[in-house]
C-alpha cells in the first residue's frame, strides 16, 4: 500500500463544475503539498499546508491532520485546469513522498 | 528567468553509456532536490541537499547514480553506464532552509531516454 494515496486517479468534468480531489496518507507529516503538473512535466507547487484551509483564486485546499486526509477542491472549472493534479507529504526527513496524482480533463 | 533551470531538457542515449545532468536551483534557496518520474507515476525521491552537504540518499540510488552540489549552488547528477531502466523525467527542485514552511520550486524536468 502506497504512503501517500490520491482518488480518483482520473476525472472528467464539464466546465463550471466543482471539483474534489482527495489525498489519504499514513505517514506523520510535518506538511502536505498539492502540485500541479502539465503535459510535458513542468510542476508548479499550488498549496503548502500543515493544518486547517488554503485558497487562491478559484483553489481552495483543506488538510485533516487527525484524519489524515486533504482534499483540493477547484470551483468554476476551466480547460485550462486540466492537468495532473499530485499530492505529496514531508515526513520525517525533508524528502517528499508523492502520490501517483489525479487526472483531471476539464471540456468545454 | 529566476526559477529553477534543468540542462539537457531531452536527452537520449545508448544504453552503456554516461550521463549528466544539471540543476540551477533559486539562487537564495539553500535546500535542492532530486526527483525520477516515470510515466504515470508520481515522482519518486532520489537524494537532496542542504547547501553543498548531501543529507539523504533513497535506496533508488544505485551505485551508477551519483549527485554533486559542490559550492551549495548549481548540483549534478550522473548516471554511469545507462540503462534502460533509466529512462525517466529526472525533475529538480529547490527551496527555501525552512523544511515547514519551503515552498518547492520545480524545473522543468530532464528527460531521458535510453535506447
Known amino acids: 500500500k502506497n504512503e501517500v494515496e490520491q482518488s480518483p486517479q482520473n476525472l472528467t468534468a464539464q466546465e463550471g463544475e466543482f471539483i474534489t480531489i482527495n489525498c489519504s496518507y499514513s505517514?506523520?507529516?510535518?506538511?502536505l503539498h498539492w502540485l500541479q503538473q502539465h503535459p510535458g512535466g513542468g510542476i508548479v507547487s499550488l498549496f503548502m499546508?500543515?493544518?486547517g484551509k488554503k485558497k487562491h483564486g478559484r483553489l481552495i485546499a483543506t488538510i485533516n491532520i487527525q484524519e489524515k486526509h486533504s482534499s483540493l477542491h477547484i470551483t468554476a472549472s476551466h480547460p485550462r485546469d486540466s492537468a495532473v493534479y499530485i499530492c505529496?507529504?514531508?515526513?520525517?526527513?525533508?524528502?517528499?513522498?508523492f502520490g501517483t496524482g489525479t487526472r483531471l480533463q476539464v471540456f468545454p | 528567468d529566476t526559477g529553477v533551470s534543468q540542462d539537457p531538457r531531452h536527452k537520449i542515449t545508448k544504453r552503456g553509456q554516461n550521463v549528466t545532468f544539471r540543476c540551477d536551483p533559486i539562487s537564495e534557496h539553500n535546500r535542492l532536490y532530486w526527483y525520477r518520474q516515470t510515466l504515470g507515476q508520481g515522482p519518486e525521491f532520489l537524494t537532496y541537499?542542504?547547501?553543498?552537504?548531501?543529507?539523504?540518499k533513497s535506496r533508488l540510488l544505485s551505485d551508477r547514480f551519483s549527485a554533486e552540489r559542490p559550492k551549495g549552488s548549481f548540483s549534478t547528477l550522473e548516471i554511469q553506464r545507462t540503462e534502460q531502466g533509466d529512462s525517466a523525467m529526472y525533475l529538480c527542485?529547490?527551496?527555501?532552509?525552512?523544511?515547514?514552511?519551503?515552498?518547492?520550486?520545480f524545473g522543468e524536468g530532464s528527460r531521458l531516454t535510453v535506447l
Open positions: 499546508l500543515s493544518s
Open positions: 505517514v506523520g507529516i510535518s506538511a
Open positions: 505529496a507529504v514531508r515526513s520525517g526527513t525533508d524528502k517528499l513522498i
Open positions: 527542485a529547490s527551496s527555501p532552509q525552512s523544511a515547514n514552511t519551503g515552498e518547492l520550486f
Open positions: 541537499f542542504q547547501n553543498e552537504a548531501q543529507l539523504e
